[in-house]
């Protein structure tokens, strides 16, 4: 079946760096990627759509400046939180559309903790 | 995309049928119904979809009321590993851009 895989799965920086996730499509192309983001005990909140070779775009009130999208293959999508503060923690989780069974196939999620 | 409705929360017995509700009342004729799960700090799970007809695939069944402003997902044969939040979502069959908006889900505890 179709396969995302998205690495880290776990990071730990400190404030005031920057830190890149990594989104990939194993065995399917995705135009389309999608990043969520998600806090304990919560929902996922969608937090942006990245298309292959356009700009991405954002939910009302993500900053796009603080996390910065990139989708230059059809196969990768990338999500970088730059100046990450201690508030930025939480799990990120990237999902492409599977052109198979019309549904949505998602990484396994990064866990993201800042200090 | 429509608004879905579930109880916050459900267990079930180990080996017994797990039977989740959802209500979408306000669906659309082309609107889809999904549902995923969430096993705890793990990504989401497509589990099955279904527009109108009860579908059944080797995860669960989809029973959609006939006048479609509800469904159930039904887990045949529950286990321990099947402890999640399940999510149930109504949106269009629209191409690859349409995006998959959460709710609060229902979390399903099986017990021993």
């Known amino acids: 079946g179709a396969v995302v895989s998205q690495h880290p799965s776990w990071v730990i920086c400190k404030s005031g760096t920057s830190v890149k996730i990594e989104c990939r499509s194993l065995?399917?192309?995705?135009?389309?990627m999608f990043w969520y983001r998600q806090f304990p005990k919560q929902s996922l909140m969608l937090m942006a759509t990245?298309?292959?070779?356009?700009?991405?775009?954002?939910e009302q009130g993500v900053e796009k400046d603080k996390f910065l999208i990139n989708h230059a293959s059809l196969t990768l999508s990338t999500l970088t939180v730059t100046s990450a503060h201690p508030e930025d923690s939480s799990f990120y989780i990237c999902?492409?559309?599977?052109?198979?069974?019309?549904?949505?196939?998602f990484g396994s999620g990064t866990r993201l903790t800042v200090v | 995309d429509a608004k879905t409705t579930q109880p916050p929360s459900m267990d079930c017995a180990e080996g017994r049928a797990a039977n989740l509700p959802c209500n979408h009342s306000?669906?659309?004729?082309?609107?889809?119904v999904y549902w995923y799960r969430q096993i705890h700090s793990q990504g989401p799970q497509y589990i099955i979809h279904?527009?109108?007809n009860n579908e059944t695939n080797e995860m669960a069944s989809l029973i959609i009321t006939e006048d479609r402003k509800s469904s159930t997902l039904i887990l045949p044969h529950a286990t321990l590993r099947d402890t999640a939040v399940y999510y149930c979502?109504?949106?269009?069959?629209?191409?690859?851009?349409?995006?998959?908006?959460f709710g609060k889900g229902i979390t399903l505890s099986v017990r021993p």
């Open positions: 999902s492409a559309r599977d052109g198979g069974n019309y549904g949505y196939t």
């Open positions: 065995d399917f192309q995705a135009t389309t």
């Open positions: 990245s298309n292959e070779g356009s700009k991405a775009t954002y």
């Open positions: 306000t669906i659309s004729g082309n609107e889809y």
């Open positions: 279904g527009l109108k």
């Open positions: 979502i109504v949106r269009f069959f629209t191409g690859a851009n349409s995006k998959l908006t």
